[in-house]
């Protein structure tokens, strides 16, 4: 069912240069078979594929995108056991969480069949002319959003399935009428050829153009650029690393025609105890805390990495209870080695830095040659945090520092001071919130979430669902990639002045034979115009 080739627009192509295999983290057993660098020249095949096969795409019935999505759902549940089995031996994420993250794999892919059949997410449009208005008559204008040509998609390490070859970034692009030419995460190419071999299958059974789908495997960033720069590429998805994501945006923008980078790119997700809550609950809150950070290994991108709260013998209750529940969480294996090491360096630079110190880790020792990350909790103060700028980026993983503040004017400089992040986390009680309004006022600034007695880590994909944020946490604070409304992300307006009716694109007719709703001169509606 493997077999390390690319697929390239329906084509199997073996892989010629520099082999590599997947390695599992848990026993550093390399795992057949071989997989290798998808040449340049393959980069042009899968984008020039992709360009041809375009017009086809976009202009099949939406019926028949929505029944590819669906399709697409059902090939993924047929690869059954074996797709968890070969996602954990290459991740070393747990069965139960594969099977649940294959769950929101599949319900995305119906989400986007369901939202394109309805049609209002296109922004519809309509200006009636007024030929005897003056002194200027007014012309019939529509406008809608229509797909944008070639998407390339970087799969995250740590979502193989809802945010891989067949996530969000894919699948909305695809919803969308785009073609696709993924590049495979390299810690796990078996499950993306999989995958991969699940997209094609849906497209046969659907009649949609093999060509729409490519998969290139590689390791190393040449391959990443090339296809970043391909004059074909019309737009860019990536979920990993700000380094990386960064380095593909600059490539982007030196392009003598600069294309969208949607990068996602993690954050350090503050959490803000006020005093309310501590005195209600601050054991509990510290041992949901613990639960927060370790999800996962704490390989989130909304990972919980600072938590600050005011002085008080409430917040030493929790940092005892997050102590207390780091020591029971045993370490686990991560993703990769490369992973496992940044963590290690990075909490080692952390443990260096004076004024911090270790509150409570796992009461077990890791096994690195398991690629095993112990928990670790640290407590700080303020100025330490201000003043040592490495504990204000993440360190990927089950880490945390719980910072003491002295006033709430602290909590506010510091929150003021903040990068852009994905979410930030309030907990308190209802008049805590409504006498920290400031605080709230200045999160809005700088986060795409903000929770009000939860944590970050779970999102939930939905059409209210903001994952992203200002940059650094994503490379463009308007768009989100998980939702429905990560579509909006492949996707440009165009506008029809003095069409006749039968040469517009259907959702623009005035028969509105989608029943979508439309805003008719200003007046939202689903009736004919
Ligand atoms: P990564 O190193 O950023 O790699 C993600 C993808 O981008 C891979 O396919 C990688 O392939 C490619 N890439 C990276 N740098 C590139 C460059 N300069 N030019 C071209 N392509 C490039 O992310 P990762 O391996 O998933 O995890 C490493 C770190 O990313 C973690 O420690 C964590 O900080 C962060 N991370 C964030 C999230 C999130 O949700 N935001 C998720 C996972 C990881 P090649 O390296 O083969 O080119």
Redesign the pocket.
């Known amino acids: 069912m493997i077999t390390g080739q690319h697929l390239i627009a329906g084509r199997e192509a073996a892989a010629s240069c520099s082999p590599f295999q997947a390695e599992n983290p848990t026993t550093s057993q390399k795992l057949e078979p071989h997989f290798g660098d998808a040449t340049l020249a393959e980069a042009d095949e899968a984008l020039q594929a992709a360009d041809g096969a375009f017009d086809a795409l976009r202009l099949a019935p939406v019926e028949t995108r929505a029944q590819f999505l669906e399709a697409l759902a059902d090939e993924i549940m047929a690869l059954g056991d074996s797709l968890l089995e070969r996602a954990h031996a290459e991740t070393a994420l747990p069965m139960a969480r594969l099977t649940g993250e294959r769950g929101r794999a599949i319900n995305q892919c119906k989400m986007f069949a369901a939202l394109i059949r309805e049609g209002s997410w296109s922004a519809l449009n309509i200006d009636h002319a007024q030929p005897e208005r003056a002194p200027v008559p007014k012309p019939d204008v529509r406008k809608m959003l229509l797909p944008i040509g070639p998407v390339v998609v970087?799969?995250?390490?740590?979502?193989p399935f809802a945010?891989g070859v067949v996530g969000t970034d894919t699948v909305c692009a695809m919803a969308a009428g785009c073609p696709v030419v993924v590049?495979?995460?390299?810690?796990h190419p078996g499950t993306c050829e999989m995958l991969g071999r699940a997209v094609l299958a849906a497209l046969r059974k659907t009649g949609l153009p093999e060509a729409s789908f490519s998969l290139l495997q590689?390791?190393?960033?040449?391959?990443?650029?090339a296809l970043?720069t391909h004059p074909l590429t019309q737009a860019v998805a990536?979920?990993?690393?700000?380094?990386?994501?960064r380095?593909?945006m600059d490539?982007a923008a030196s392009r003598p025609n600069p294309i969208p980078v949607y990068a996602?790119?993690?954050s350090i997700n503050p959490v803000f105890l006020l005093p309310g809550a501590l005195k209600e609950r601050a054991a509990k809150i510290g041992e949901a805390y613990v639960g927060s950070v370790t999800m996962g290994v704490g390989?989130?991108?909304t990972n919980p990495a600072v938590v600050l709260g005011l002085k008080s013998p409430e917040l030493g209750t929790f940092v005892q209870s997050a102590a207390e529940n780091a020591e029971k969480i045993a370490p686990q294996t991560m993703?990769?080695r490369?992973?496992c090491e940044?963590?290690e360096a990075g909490t080692a630079v952390w443990s260096t830095i004076s004024g911090i110190k270790l509150a409570g880790q796992s009461a077990t020792e890791p096994n690195s040659d398991a690629t095993q990350a112990a928990c670790r909790i640290y407590t700080t103060t303020l100025d330490v945090l201000e003043s040592n700028e490495e504990l204000r980026h993440?360190v990927?993983?089950p880490c945390s520092i719980v910072t003491e503040c002295s006033t709430l004017e602290d909590m506010l400089r510091f929150a003021r001071s903040l990068d852009g992040q994905?979410t930030a986390a309030i907990h308190g009680t209802p008049e805590d919130l409504r006498e920290y309004a400031p605080l709230v006022r200045v999160l809005e600034r700088k986060a795409g979430r903000i929770i009000f007695n939860g944590f970050g880590t779970g999102i939930e994909p939905c059409a209210s669902m903001h994952h992203g944020g200002p940059y650094p946490a994503a490379s463009h604070s308007f768009f989100t990639s998980i939702g429905t409304d990560s579509i909006l992300r492949f996707v440009r307006p165009v506008s029809y002045q003095g069409f006749p009716d039968d040469c517009l694109p259907t959702p623009l007719q005035n028969a509105n034979t989608p029943g979508a709703m439309r805003l008719v001169d200003n007046k939202l509606t689903r009736d004919a115009s």
């Not at 970087?154 to 979502?159: E, L, R, T, V």
């Not at 990536?238 to 994501?245: A, I, K, N, Y």
């Open positions: 970087f799969g995250a390490s740590n979502f945010i590049k495979g995460h390299p810690a590689g390791r190393g960033n040449e391959l990443g650029r970043v990536f979920t990993g690393s700000l380094r990386g994501g380095a593909l490539a996602e790119m993690g390989q989130f991108c993703l990769h490369g992973i940044a963590y993440e990927f993983g994905l």
